[in-house]
């Protein structure tokens, strides 16, 4: 239930890990125009864009026509994507170095979010409806510990019911996404509870802030289960139904209105309790390692700017490929750590929806959901008497094929932009 998406992002807007540092635009707060008169003499730069950073303050572009008489900037450190701004004798070249390295710089941070963002929540979507059904299959008897087995299975499902279903369900978790996010925005605009943490944090204000997560998986909770079902429902006997389905879905099961669910159906407040320790464990963990990762490649970035100074393209490269790879690995270690509470969640979740899933042995044929645990406690005693310690990791190979492919994808667009930024430089 935890949003997939690295923390870097602010709706479009990225934030590169290494921006907080002297000398990559984070140190100095961007120049803004209050007046008439601000704006007269000097020619304003181009509207940002998602990934790109503003100019530090102090540089002006100078007007049209009028030769650069201004002084450099002293400041603690120099803009590591300019070859040399105006006013330092490089002339008109110089300015054209400093602009178009301004443009690659947006052009990098744009492109390198914008594949994280694709691979996570698109590419990446087969592994998780592949994941989620072998979870809800407690009748399977081969558990796809590994990639192998799930790329047959991946194979099946497309011969027999075509691309479709490995993509199903994909839209409403995007809804999922959107309720989340409005839901935190909501409940801490009306409430004193903060959706970031100050630097100087204290017990009381880290308590407040999971208090505000845990009310935002509340209310995301019953949409949530919709979604899972999109997701685990066969495309065999599954009906053509509207992006919208997942909300009314969700407002269904809060109202108990829409589809009957047989008597197995566990009310939601029971849910609370699995969901809300589901998503506050995850966000801690990932947020910790994520965290601990940013700090050791900012320690290896300053290493590295003493022994390359001058280097744009690892400059450009360095600036927003650290957080892509903390939230990589942090994702990975939190999603490999809860897998088993994982399991249960999505158990107690589907049971008496009346859900009929694919059968993950064969990859054809189907398998209804009759499960008929009593909560949480009981849920997790059946599986380790029944299934074994195992059963809590079916279908952990799509996890395995998924942070592979992820990885994959980040290296790839690497080695694309460096070849793009050096051309360029």
């Known amino acids: 239930m935890h949003p997939r998406r690295p923390d870097g992002f602010d709706g479009l807007g990225y934030r590169g890990g290494a921006r907080d540092e002297p000398g990559f635009g984070g140190a100095f707060p961007a120049r803004s125009f209050s007046s008439g008169s601000d ?40 803009d590591p994507f300019s070859g040399s701004g105006p006013g330092t004798g490089g002339g008109g070249g110089g300015g054209a170095r400093g602009q178009s390295s301004e443009q690659l710089n947006r052009f990098a941070g744009f492109g390198i979010g914008l594949a994280s963002l694709f691979t996570e929540n698109v590419l990446a979507h087969p592994c998780i409806v592949l994941r989620r059904q072998c979870q809800v299959n407690y009748h399977a008897d081969h558990y796809h510990l590994t990639p192998f087995t799930i790329v047959n299975i991946m194979y099946n499902f497309n011969k027999t019911q075509g691309p479709r279903s490995l993509w199903k369900g994909m839209g409403s978790t995007f809804i999922v996404q959107g309720v989340t996010l409005g839901a935190e925005g909501l409940i ?81 407040h029971s849910l609370i309790f699995p969901t809300v320790l589901h998503g506050v464990l995850h966000y801690i963990i990932s947020t910790v390692i994520q965290k601990f990762v940013l700090l050791i490649l900012k320690r290896k970035t300053c290493t590295s700017h003493l022994a390359e100074s001058g280097c744009p393209v690892q400059c450009i490269l360095e600036a927003y490929f650290p957080e892509l790879i903390a939230n990589f690995v942090a994702s990975l270690c939190s999603d490999v750590i809860l897998y088993p509470l994982e399991t249960v969640l999505h158990r107690l979740h589907i049971q008496g929806t ?50 592979t492919l992820h990885a994959v994808i980040l290296q790839f667009t690497k080695i694309i932009y460096t070849a793009l930024l050096q051309n360029a430089a």
């Open 39 to 78: 704006l007269g003499p000097w020619v304003t730069t181009p509207p940002d864009i998602p990934g790109s950073r503003n100019l530090h303050w102090g540089e002006k572009s100078p007007p049209y026509g009028v030769p650069s008489t201004s002084t450099p900037y002293e400041g603690p450190a120099e």
């Open 188 to 268: 801490s605009e009306f409430t004193s509870l903060p959706r970031e943490i100050a630097h100087k944090w204290n017990p009381k204000q880290i308590c407040e802030h999971l208090l505000l997560k845990s009310l935002t998986y509340i209310v995301a909770m019953p949409f949530y289960s919709a979604s899972l079902i999109e997701t685990v429902q066969s495309e065999i006997i599954r009906e053509n139904s509207s992006i919208l389905e997942c909300i009314r879905e969700g407002i269904g099961r809060v109202l108990g209105l829409g589809v009957p669910h047989s008597k197995r159906l566990l009310p939601l």
């Open 354 to 403: 009346r859900t009929i899933i694919d059968n993950t042995d064969l990859g054809y044929e189907v398998l209804p959901i009759n499960t008929q645990y009593e909560g949480m406690r009981d849920c997790i005693s059946t599986i380790k008497q029944e299934e074994g310690v195992l059963g809590f990791y079916k279908g952990f190979g799509a996890v395995m094929i998924q942070y």
